[in-house]
């Protein structure tokens, strides 16, 4: 009945834990609380919630475990009767902690047993500002005990000013660090996501102003080169037109000023070549 070589857990990390028969291999279900002699500082078993609502439970009791894994417990539930003990036994979940002078100091939260016995081996609770106490979780072992309850459970003065703070086991600090870890890991990677969705808005940002620079660009280039092409168009209509009216005048004034001696043709005159020899 070890969890990891450990003898000593807390019951809160059994808390959910899915619960199997080691001989049929059915589903028990999934622990939901665990039931406490409190007079003895023994737990009796546990009880199993079943189905996807949870509305049905079966009590197993301690001596039907048969191991505690990681991931599952395994028990044998055939041949044993449900003892007077386990039908006495109650729940222990956040009792309110008061001193035997009649003080209220604090909640109970949780508490540690032996996985080999079942015995509880120390009691953890919460007490801000009682007595100088701060923030954080505190134990007081099972022989400070007066008295409990299903409300209440009555713990010796001394003992509670005398509480030392709870040191997790190398297990739990293992499995804190890990959380830590995953914890980081989440926040980095969102990060990274974060800073990729605000270098992709950048970059489209850039782009769009970049485009429309471009757009600004070519639009008064555009406008300045078809400004000069129609510029150039109206300075050659201009010249072809000067060019057409000189060489206009140019015709008119060859025809005015021709040169050389000019025949008057008399249909009476005779050529010398013509005329008649004696």
């Given at each position: 009945?070890?969890?990891?070589?450990?003898?000593?857990?807390?019951?809160?990390?059994?808390?959910?834990?899915?619960?199997?028969?080691?001989?049929?291999?059915?589903?028990?279900?999934?622990?939901?609380?665990?039931?406490?002699?409190?007079?003895?500082?023994?737990?009796?078993?546990?009880?199993?919630?079943?189905?996807?609502?949870?509305?049905?439970?079966?009590?197993?009791?301690?001596?039907?475990?048969?191991?505690?894994?990681?991931?599952?417990?395994?028990?044998?539930?055939?041949?044993?009767?449900?003892?007077?003990?386990?039908?006495?036994?109650?729940?222990?979940?956040?009792?309110?902690?008061?001193?035997?002078?009649?003080?209220?100091?604090?909640?109970?939260?949780?508490?540690?047993?032996?996985?080999?016995?079942?015995?509880?081996?120390?009691?953890?609770?919460?007490?801000?500002?009682?007595?100088?106490?701060?923030?954080?979780?505190?134990?007081?072992?099972?022989?400070?005990?007066?008295?409990?309850?299903?409300?209440?459970?009555?713990?010796?003065q001394a003992a509670l000013e005398q509480a030392?703070?709870?040191?997790?086991?190398?297990?739990?600090?293992?499995?804190?660090?890990?959380?830590?870890?995953?914890?980081?890991?989440?926040?980095?990677?969102?990060?990274?996501?974060?800073?990729?969705?605000?270098?992709?808005?950048?970059?489209?940002?850039?782009?769009?102003?970049?485009?429309?620079?471009?757009?600004?660009?070519?639009?008064?280039?555009?406008?300045?080169?078809?400004?000069?092409?129609?510029?150039?168009?109206?300075?050659?209509?201009?010249?072809?037109?000067?060019?057409?009216?000189?060489?206009?005048?140019?015709?008119?004034?060859?025809?005015?000023?021709?040169?050389?001696?000019?025949?008057?043709?008399?249909s009476e005159e005779i050529w010398p070549d013509?005329?008649?020899?004696?």
């Open positions: 009945m070890t969890e990891a070589a450990q003898t000593s857990i807390r019951q809160s990390q059994l808390h959910h834990r899915l619960v199997i028969d080691l001989e049929t291999t059915e589903e028990v279900g999934h622990v939901s609380h665990f039931l406490v002699d409190a007079k003895n500082h023994q737990v009796e078993g546990f009880v199993c919630k079943q189905g996807l609502l949870g509305f049905e439970t079966v009590p197993v009791m301690w001596v039907q475990l048969e191991s505690v894994g990681q991931d599952s417990i395994l028990v044998r539930r055939s041949g044993t009767v449900i003892s007077e003990r386990l039908d006495a036994a109650i729940a222990l979940d956040k009792q309110a902690v008061w001193s035997d002078a009649g003080d209220q100091v604090g909640q109970l939260v949780d508490y540690c047993l032996d996985l080999s016995t079942g015995a509880i081996t120390q009691y953890l609770f919460t007490a801000p500002g009682w007595q100088g106490l701060t923030e954080g979780i505190y134990t007081f072992t099972p022989a400070a005990v007066v008295s409990t309850g299903k409300k209440r459970i009555m713990v010796r030392a703070k709870f040191v997790p086991g190398v297990q739990d600090r293992v499995k804190e660090a890990w959380q830590q870890d995953i914890g980081r890991t989440r926040q980095d990677v969102q990060g990274a996501i974060n800073n990729s969705r605000e270098v992709a808005e950048q970059v489209q940002t850039q782009a769009q102003k970049l485009t429309e620079q471009a757009r600004s660009q070519f639009g008064q280039v555009f406008g300045q080169v078809k400004k000069r092409s129609k510029h150039l168009r109206s300075q050659v209509n201009d010249r072809f037109a000067d060019a057409a009216s000189n060489f206009g005048n140019d015709r008119k004034a060859d025809h005015r000023q021709v040169s050389g001696h000019t025949i008057d043709v008399d013509e005329e008649e020899t004696p």
